[in-house]
Each structure stands twice: as C-alpha cells, then as structure tokens.
C-alpha cells in the first residue's frame, strides 16, 4: 500500500505540464529534469533504457574556453558551482565546447542555461564540426528590464543529433550572432 501511494507521487510530480513548445524555448532545469535516478514506469524496454540512463549536466566553467571567453562570479543567480559562470562571449570567435562522452547515436535537447542584460542574444551551436542551421535563441524570456544581469538568467534548448560514443557541441558567437550573454551551465536530455 505505502509503496503504490509512493509510486503514485513519484508519478505525479514527473508528470508536469504536457505543453510540447517546440525548440529553443525555455525549459526544465538540470534539478527538475536529473533530480531522481529512478525511472518512470514504461512499458516498452526500449523507453525503460533510456529512462536509467543518466544524461550529462556540465558547469560552463568547466568547457574548453576560447576566442576571449573567460570566468567570472560576479552577477548573482549562476547555479553552477560557486556561482562562477563564462563571459566574454560577446566578440565573433569567442567559443566553448562541450565533449560529451558515453551517449548513445539519436536526437536530444541541448539546454543552455545563460543569462542575459534584458536583451535578446543568440549563438551558433556546432555538432561535431557541422554548424547547426538555426541558431541558438537566448531570447529575454518574461522581459528582464534592460541591463540587469542578476535578473536576466534564462534557460533554452535546442535539437541536437549526436553519435554513439564521443560528441563535442559547441557553441560559437559566429558572425551575424548577438552573444550579449554570459554561459551557466548545458545539459542534456531526451526528447520529449
């Protein structure tokens, strides 16, 4: 009896709002999405397997920085460890990059926690070496007032098709970019 009430709330706080919003909006947090090891009940192996399968999650101070990026702490509202997120994205060539090792060939949702001055951004993400044709949306989602970083931490995703094995993604401020935003974190997670 007290493990059916247990599975019945476990279900019920996984279930959350069905709305599909399509790619690169604002999504699940890494605690929402990876809070539990355990798997929902499934009736199909195949979703069962990819529910015990644990998803990276990465603190953007822990990429590979190039082209200007750095490290800094000194807006409040970072998850990241210490509070330390990457800046300097804001100059065509800045970059950083992910290897993601241990996933399985198919499409994910690449999430991108970053934060922004009240105004909309954008980058290109690149999959193993192939840029991907839609940028990656860092819009002012809820309208942070202009130039207030500590309010202006946002969260988006986009589609991503990833190989067996070893992965690099990364996210460029190429040109035609507005990468006015600083780097928090980037996780991973199946489709929904």
């Known amino acids: 009896m007290v493990a059916a009430v247990v599975i019945g709330i476990g279900i019920a706080m996984i279930s959350g709002d069905d709305d599909d919003k399509g790619g690169n909006e604002a999504g699940p947090s890494p605690t929402a999405t990876q809070e539990t090891g ?34 800094a702490s000194e807006f409040k509202g970072a998850k990241a460890d210490g509070g330390v997120y990457v800046t300097g994205f804001n100059q065509v060539g800045s970059k950083v990059t992910w290897t993601v090792n241990g996933v399985k060939a198919g499409s994910y949702r690449f999430y991108v926690q970053y934060g922004i001055p009240g105004e909309d951004a954008d980058a290109t993400i690149v999959v193993n070496g192939k840029p991907e044709s839609r940028p990656l949306n860092m819009q002012n989602f809820g309208n942070t007032p202009k130039g207030d970083w500590e309010k202006g931490w946002k969260e988006t995703w986009a589609n991503v098709n990833l190989n067996d ?28």
Do not use: M, Y
Request: with cysteine; hydrophobic share 30%; aromatic share 4%.
């Open 165 to 192: 094995g070893t992965n690099t993604i990364e996210l460029v401020c190429a040109e035609g970019n507005k990468c006015n935003a600083v780097l928090d974190q980037f996780w991973l997670a199946n489709p929904e």
């Open 38 to 71: 355990e798997p929902s009940p499934s009736s199909s192996e195949e979703d069962k397997d990819k529910d015990e399968v644990k998803l990276p999650t990465v603190d953007a101070k822990a990429l590979r920085l190039d082209g200007g990026a750095t490290l």
